[in-house]
């Protein structure tokens, strides 16, 4: 841990605790631009890229931030050189294993958003056992968006509450915003208030469509292996200066 990273283990004192967003999501993009940067290999920047995600994660916990949401393999990935997949998939295996004792000491609760039957068998396997053993954590939500698509989630969503009006289990005037959001992989947990993409792109890449309604967005144009500490400190003091009006008009 570098000096300035040692600094920033309390919540600097220009932010203010009681204003801080309860749930962060991020679109950690840029890992190839970072990787070409560096004259590497693609890969080499998403492997970098799980050293910044593991320290915006402590981030948050140190910090008091509730939820954290990851964006890691959308459903338009799978279009990737087939290396690169595979790279990812072992990536996502290798690091869920070797993380699963710290995030059990850190009180982490890991859940995987996405359609996950469609991944390799052993990340799964691993998915599950990380999912099942966190369980009960209380120190952060940490959500992984793998195979994610926004519009996947909400026709899967569609879908189910469709087969419930089938089955006289639900009827249709009762579906409302509450009982849609029920059926999304992320119910449980608030909606994002801060949005965070790196690397430039103002795009929102299927990502959380119905979630993001009244979210903050913040870009940066680091990239996502270059994000850290002194970076996400600056987007949450941005975000501590939007004035969210939800619609409405301040008095
Ligand atoms: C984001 O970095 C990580 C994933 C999508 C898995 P990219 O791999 O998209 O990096 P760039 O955008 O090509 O630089
Ligand atoms: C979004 O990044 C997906 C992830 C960060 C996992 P992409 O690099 O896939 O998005 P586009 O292609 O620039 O929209
Ligand atoms: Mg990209």
Same mark, same amino acid.
């Given at each position: ?15 203010? @605790? ?13 890992? +190839? ?17 799980? %050293? ?6 402590? &981030? &948050?916990?140190?910090? +008091?931030? +509730? ?11 799978? *279009? ?8 990812? $998939? ?12 710290? $995030? $059990? ?5 890991? #859940?995987?958003? *996405? ?23 209380? +120190? ?17 969503? &569609? ?7 089938? #089955? ?7 579906? %409302? ?12 947990? &608030? ?10 792109? $103002? ?7 119905? #979630? ?15 994000? %850290? ?14 004035? @969210?009006?939800? *619609?409405?008009?301040?008095?």
């Amino acid at each position: 841990m570098t000096a300035n990273q040692t600094i920033l283990r309390e919540l600097p004192a220009d932010l203010k @605790r009681d204003r801080l967003p309860r749930h962060v999501a991020v679109i950690m993009d840029g890992n +190839g631009r970072w990787a070409k940067k560096q004259g590497l290999p693609r890969i080499m920047g998403h492997r970098r890229g799980v %050293d910044a995600l593991k320290d915006i994660l402590r &981030c &948050c916990k140190d910090w +008091g931030i +509730g939820a954290l949401t990851a964006y890691a393999f959308s459903t338009e990935n799978w *279009g990737r050189p087939l290396e690169e997949v595979d790279f990812l $998939m072992t990536l996502f295996e290798r690091v869920l294993r070797q993380e699963l004792k710290e $995030m $059990m000491e850190e009180n982490v609760q890991i #859940q995987f958003v *996405g359609n996950l039957d469609a991944l390799p068998r052993s990340l799964q396997n691993e998915i599950r056992s990380s999912m099942e053993e966190t369980r009960n954590n209380k +120190g952060i939500q940490f959500r992984v968006a793998t195979n994610y698509g926004g519009r996947q989630e909400i026709l899967q969503a &569609c879908k189910t509450i469709a087969t419930k009006v089938q #089955q006289g289990l639900l009827q249709p005037e009762d579906i %409302d915003e509450s009982v849609f959001a029920h059926h999304l992989y992320t119910a449980g947990t &608030c909606d994002p208030d801060l949005l965070i993409r790196t690397s430039g792109e $103002m795009r929102i890449s299927n990502f959380l469509l119905w #979630q993001v309604a009244y979210a903050e967005i913040y870009v940066t144009d680091t990239l996502w292996p270059d994000f %850290d500490r002194t970076e996400f400190h600056h987007a949450l003091a941005a975000y501590q200066q939007r004035d @969210r009006r939800f *619609g409405k008009v301040n008095q």
